[in-house]
């Protein structure tokens, strides 16, 4: 399994720059578009930064060893995608959508109680917020002093800190929920069964435009990669865009923990 994330500095220079772009004219809208001006503005300002905002927390945070943060990258790196969620074993019915991740950590277990995986769940939300408030609001704050603008930079990176987490919980305990019908749900869904086969390709969980803009962005897997793992269809049989009764190859299925 790759794992090496590399953006080199001219493609941050490039991200960088066209995300300052888009946010400068966000600010404009806000600044000459009255009160609805500062609300679509304040939206649209956020999205992408919460898209660098979750390349960061996944990339840096998850996939590499921070000093006094080591035990982010050991819960999601050896917990998540190789204890748990390894493509083999893509899928897990346990009851409850997030991992336990309080000590001790080994073995990496699914949460079997309400309260670890909320705890889970909470941290997840909480740790792209607590990212956001320096990245997206503080600024937006300061550039304009407007507090509708900033208030909807606020409400917009709440919704999108708790959907960060909810569908990647659900993206691996596959349900009946309405989302798992939708198609970008399932878009992503095999966008980020890439990402555990490849460590190093599409850091971005939810809004793919910062694996765009750096060059982390990954489509297909290769043809080493195909004949190495299942496929998506072999990995999440029970995928709601796999029509039912498609028939697949039996000693190709991946054992799937009941
Ligand atoms: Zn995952
Ligand atoms: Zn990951």
Redesign the pocket.
Known sequence: MRDKITVSKKRWAFGLSVLTAWGAACIAMAQFGGTLGAIVGGALFTVPLCSLGEWLV?GVL??SSLPGLEFIQKI?HAG??FALFPPKHYVQTSGFPFMRFRKPYVPFTMSDNALDNLLTMGSQVGLHFVVGIPLIVTPAWLLTENVVFAASTLATLALISWLLAYVHGAIHTPGDRLIERMGWFQWLDRHHYI?HVD?SANINFMLPLCDVLLGTNKLALTPEEAARVPSFEQAKPMAKDIPAGKDIAPQATPAIVR
Do not use: K, N, Q
């Open positions: 996944h998850y996939h999601h998540h995608h990402h460590l």
